[in-house]
């Protein structure tokens, strides 16, 4: 069952949504939405749960309860600068969406959601990204644009099964020659970095056709 209340200007939730009990999907996109309840909790089938372009400035450690999240958590577009940490334990998770927050740091409960696919985290204020970052073994893409990077973890090396990552528009001013060794990267997006790099490895990444400058 999907609770949709897509564009319905609600601001707050009714009471009434936490007793749908059997409910796989909620969609509160562009609602107005300021506050979660710790009620959401209760949602324990739900497998996709969209929070987007919303005013949401933190979240209930009752996220975590939701397990059974695997195809999507969409939080891009809000005023998050942090996660609680209980939101580790969503290790189905494949597709998490932070984009357009106040994120200056990466949450370490991301680096435990070990089954993600996708994660977006463009337009935000990261400086840097952790080490941890190569538990997401099955990450398959990267989506890094519009932050404050200057450098990448050389651990990013350890993501094998990385096939995008996107570097748009970030301060970047070295990166690692692991990049070089990533056997099913099929793009890499330097456009509006501060190219051209000195690091010959990158020609290797030209000839297999998989770097984009311009």
């Known amino acids: 069952m ?22 796989t999907g909620l969609i509160l996109a562009e609602t107005g939405l300021r506050e979660l309840p710790d009620a959401v909790g209760n949602l324990t089938r739900l497998s996709m749960l969209d929070l987007g372009h919303n005013a949401l400035t933190a979240l209930p450690a009752s996220l975590g309860e939701l397990v059974q999240l695997r195809d999507f958590l969409y939080l891009h577009d809000n005023q998050l600068s942090a ?3 209980s939101l580790g334990r969503l ?11 106040r ?23 990261l400086t840097a990204l952790p080490a941890s970052l190569a538990a997401l073994t099955r990450l398959r893409e990267l989506h890094l644009r519009d932050n404050r990077l200057v450098e990448l973890p050389r ?12 570097l748009r528009g970030n301060p970047l001013r070295h990166l690692p020659e692991g990049l070089a060794r990533l056997p099913r990267l099929a793009k890499l997006d330097l456009r509006w970095t501060s190219p051209p790099f000195e690091a010959p490895w990158l020609a290797e990444l030209e000839e297999r056709g998989c770097l984009v400058y311009r």
């Open 2 to 23: 999907l609770l949709n209340y897509w564009k319905q200007p609600i601001e707050t939730v009714p009471v009434s949504i936490w007793d749908q009990r059997d409910a």
């Open 155 to 166: 651990s990013i090396g350890e993501l094998t099964d990385l096939r995008l990552l996107d």
């Open 91 to 101: 290790g189905l998770l494949r597709y998490l969406n932070l984009g357009q927050n």
């Open 103 to 125: 994120f200056e740091e990466l949450p370490a409960c991301v680096c435990a959601m070990t089954g993600l696919v996708e994660l977006r985290l463009e337009k935000n204020r």
């Open 83 to 85: 996660l609680p940490a």
